[in-house]
Nanobody, 122 residues
Framework: QVRLVESGGGLVQAGGSLRLSCAAS??????MGWFRQAPGKEREFVAA????????HYADFVKGRFTISRDNAKNTVYLQMNSLKPEDTAVYYC?????????????????WGQGTQVTVSA
């Protein structure tokens, strides 16, 4: 079993940056993913990283702006978000993948954290 805790969200102006962290406790050798959910919308895939950190996948709408990384010595996965847009406003969640690093459907993930709010003002 693994417990995930997200942090690093906040209010930022459009064009700004934030770095989200996902701290894991327990067994941590998982492929990991970040998802987001805006009010009234379904949870959507943002990025994923293999347990080794060698393979990453991104949603098209964040390519070139967001970077996922991990530090296994600290049991932490990061999401560096640059050039933020108002449409990036959402609660961001991390989770462990049950279907490999290429999985992009939320039902393929488990051990969800509580989420961290990201708000981007115009």
């Amino acid at each position: 079993q693994v417990r995930l805790v997200e942090s690093g969200g906040g209010l930022v102006q459009a064009g700004g940056s934030l770095r989200l962290s996902c701290a894991a406790s327990g067994r941590t050798f998982y492929d990991m993913g970040w998802f987001r959910q805006a009010p009234g919308k379904e949870r959507e895939f943002v990025a994923a990283i293999s347990w080794s950190g060698e393979t990453t996948h991104y949603a098209d709408f964040v390519k070139g702006r967001f970077t996922i990384s991990r530090d296994n010595a600290k049991n932490t996965v990061y999401l560096q978000m640059n050039s933020l847009k108002p449409e990036d406003t959402a609660v961001y969640y991390c989770a462990t993948s049950t279907a490999g690093v290429a999985a992009k459907l939320s039902w393929s993930y488990r051990n969800w954290g509580q989420g961290t709010q990201v708000t981007v003002s115009a």
